[in-house]
Every structure is written in C-alpha cells, then in structure tokens.
C-alpha cells in the first residue's frame, strides 16, 4: 500500500525559513516530486529528486533519503506569495506504476508579515 | 497560450444528470490524466492514457468513462451523478511516462452535484 505522511500546517514569517518534511511508505520507489498549489489554483511542479542527496533550485531546495523514505522541502527568505499548499508526491516502482503518483493531503503554509 | 485548458471551470448539476468534462493540452505531450482532489485536498490520480491507450486505470467507478480522440485530448464523462462526485477535477500532461518527467496540471473543473 501507499502511505505518505506531511504536517497539515505550518506558519512561518516573512523572510525566515520553513522546512517541510515528507515520510513516504509505498510498493517501491521510483521519484518523489513537490508541487505547490496556491488556493483555487492548479498545482505547479517545485522538484524532483529520484537519488539521495539535495536538489537546489533558487530559493527552494528539496532532500531525499530513500534508506529512512523521508524529504524535505526548504523554503528559504519566505515571501507572501509562497503562502499555499505544498504536496508531496512519489512514484511507486511496481508494474503498472506507469507514471502514477501518489500525492499526500499537502502542507499548508502560511506566511505572515 | 495555455498550456492545459478544461472546460468547463464550474459545473453545477443535479444528481443523476450525465455531464462531461474536455482537457486539451498544447504541449505535444504524449501522457494525459484526470485527477480528483476532494473537499480535504487530497489529489488522486482517476485514470492516465499514453498516446491514446489507457494506462491507468484506478478504482474507479464505472459511471466514469475517459475518452482520448487524440493524444491532445482526453475528456471525462460521467454518468448518473452522485454527491459523493461534487470535487475538483484536474487534468494533466506530461511528455512521456514516467521518470523526472513533471506533469502539467489544467485549471481544475469545480464540479457541484446537488
């Protein structure tokens, strides 16, 4: 079965740092991917990391540890509009995996002035 | 130039009605997929096709019934509307199946079933 587990919430201020993490549990594993999804909006692609090790991309940087099936999310020098939803979601490695992603319930972060 | 359009963005309908819901994407992707995201937010991949052939097909109900006429579209029909059916429905595309490839999510269709 597929289990991914992030915090439901988490508030941060305006230019400090969040780090969001992600515990997976899935048939496999094959690419775990962050997406932000602001209020009434699509989900837009953050990251992908399928190796251990960190993936840095501006101010957002995503970690992999596959041994512990664990990731992060960083967020660094927060701005009002990173104030969205952010989900985690792996790719099982199992036969007819084909693509499919498993998201989790997402991590609302709220950034106050 | 949109990359991932639905139509509608809001369908409100009564229970038993049959509506569908059209996806196009201008991307050349060759994967598309329909998701459900559900009043806690929770996103689940419905079904996915790769050049026309359907690949994924989860537990779904048999009311819904995918349709690919080309591999720029994929749309959704959906019979005998429940109010368990009342979520957001997103499509997606990415360039091929699997690895690093990121999917490309439409602007949701906020379906309402009363």
Redesign the interface.
């Given at each position: 079965g597929q289990n991914i587990d992030q915090p439901t919430e988490m508030t941060a201020t305006e230019g400090a740092i969040v780090q969001i993490n992600c515990t997976y549990q899935t048939s496999g594993f094959n690419g775990l991917f962050w997406y932000q999804q602001h209020a009434g909006e699509a989900p837009t692609f953050l990251s992908y990391n399928v190796l251990d090790g960190l993936e840095e991309k501006g101010r957002f940087s995503s970690f992999l540890s596959r041994s512990k099936g664990y990731s992060y999310l960083l967020l660094k020098e927060l701005q009002m509009k990173d104030s969205a939803s952010y989900l985690c979601a792996v790719r099982p490695m199992t036969t007819d995996s084909w693509g499919k992603l498993q998201f989790g319930a997402g991590t609302q972060v709220v950034v106050t002035p | 130039d949109t990359a991932?359009s639905q139509t509608p963005k809001y369908l409100v309908t009564q229970m038993g009605n049959d509506k569908s819901i059209k996806c196009e994407q201008n991307l050349g992707h060759d994967?598309m997929y329909w998701y459900k995201q559900d009043s806690?937010?929770?996103?689940?991949?419905m079904f996915?096709y790769?050049n026309k052939e359907l690949?994924?097909n989860e537990t779904v109900p048999n009311r819904f019934s995918p349709k690919s006429p080309d591999k720029a579209h994929l749309n959704l029909h959906i019979n005998s509307l429940e109010l368990g059916d009342s979520a957001v429905y997103?499509c997606a595309s990415?360039q091929?199946?699997?690895?690093?490839?990121?999917?490309?999510?439409?602007?949701?269709t906020r379906l309402t079933v009363t």
């Open positions: - | 991932v994967t806690k937010k929770f996103l689940k991949i996915s790769n690949i994924i997103f990415s091929e199946v699997g690895g690093g490839y990121e999917q490309y999510f439409g602007p949701g």
